[in-house]
């Protein structure tokens, strides 16, 4: 147990829809990344904040949004969802930004579009 | 930008059989470097890491050596058990990328009794 939690952990929906998911980092770790896992881009890092601020974006589509909140939970958003949008993501944390510190991942949450 | 390449899979081996599978990477300034494990159905682990040239990663039996020279990072295991049936990435951070991670594509590999 990496002591990130992610819910929910499998979550089923149709195009067009909208969705929230949700991620809690380590007790004591302020910076908190999202990445997605697709069978034909791989593993692809998507955004990162770090206690409350964006700190870097990946390849997110401008459909995705994210935000960290005071508690440093973090919410990742996807609207007008698409068949393509189907893949696990994953919420990763990390003590600080530093080049050394280690990223503790969730168990991830599974998304199908239908 | 950054990438990293490591061998495709599967990799199929027999119980006590060596492992290695083979990472190298591009990247600008000094990265570390890490090899995370996803066994079936689950997330990603950390296996080990390394933050320097010529520093050896090591736990539960893999190693890995960052080398700067070759910049590889190859992961090592002297005798597989069927349990080490998972997914492996090797993966860098920069800090002048933001300090993601930048992943290769995952080695699948299977041990069998």
């Known amino acids: 147990d990496s002591g990130v939690t992610q819910t929910p952990k499998h979550l089923i929906t149709a195009t067009g829809q909208r969705v929230t998911l949700r991620c809690s980092p380590r007790?004591?770790?302020?910076?908190v990344y999202w990445y997605q896992q697709s069978l034909d881009q791989g593993l692809q890092f998507l955004i990162q904040?770090?206690?409350?601020?964006?700190?870097a974006k990946g390849n997110i589509l401008e459909r995705f949004s994210a935000q960290q909140f005071p508690d440093l939970h973090s919410e990742l958003n996807l609207s007008s969802l698409e068949l393509g949008d189907s893949a696990l993501y994953f919420c990763?944390?990390?003590?600080?930004?530093?080049?050394?510190?280690?990223?503790?991942f969730g168990p991830g949450t599974r998304l199908t579009v239908l | 930008g950054n990438s990293v390449t490591q061998m495709e899979g599967p990799v199929t081996l027999s119980e006590e059989a060596f492992l290695t599978i083979n990472c190298t990477y591009t990247?600008?300034?000094?990265?570390?470097l890490f090899w995370y494990v996803q066994y079936p159905g689950e997330g990603l682990q950390l296996l080990l890491k390394?933050?320097?040239?010529?520093d050896k990663g090591s736990n539960k039996g893999f190693e890995a050596t960052y080398r700067k020279e070759t910049t590889s990072f190859h992961l090592e295991k002297g005798s597989v058990q069927v349990s080490d049936s998972a997914v492996y990435f090797c993966?860098?951070?920069?800090?002048?990328?933001?300090?993601?991670?930048?992943f290769g594509g995952g080695t699948r590999v299977l041990v069998k009794p």
């Open positions: 904040y770090y206690n409350g601020e964006e700190r």
């Open positions: 390394a933050t320097k040239a010529d």
């Open positions: 007790s004591g770790d302020l910076s």
């Open positions: 990247a600008t300034g000094y990265p570390s």
């Open positions: 990763a944390s990390s003590v600080a930004v530093s080049g050394t510190d280690t990223q503790y």
């Open positions: 993966a860098l951070k920069a800090q002048a990328a933001g300090n993601k991670l930048t």
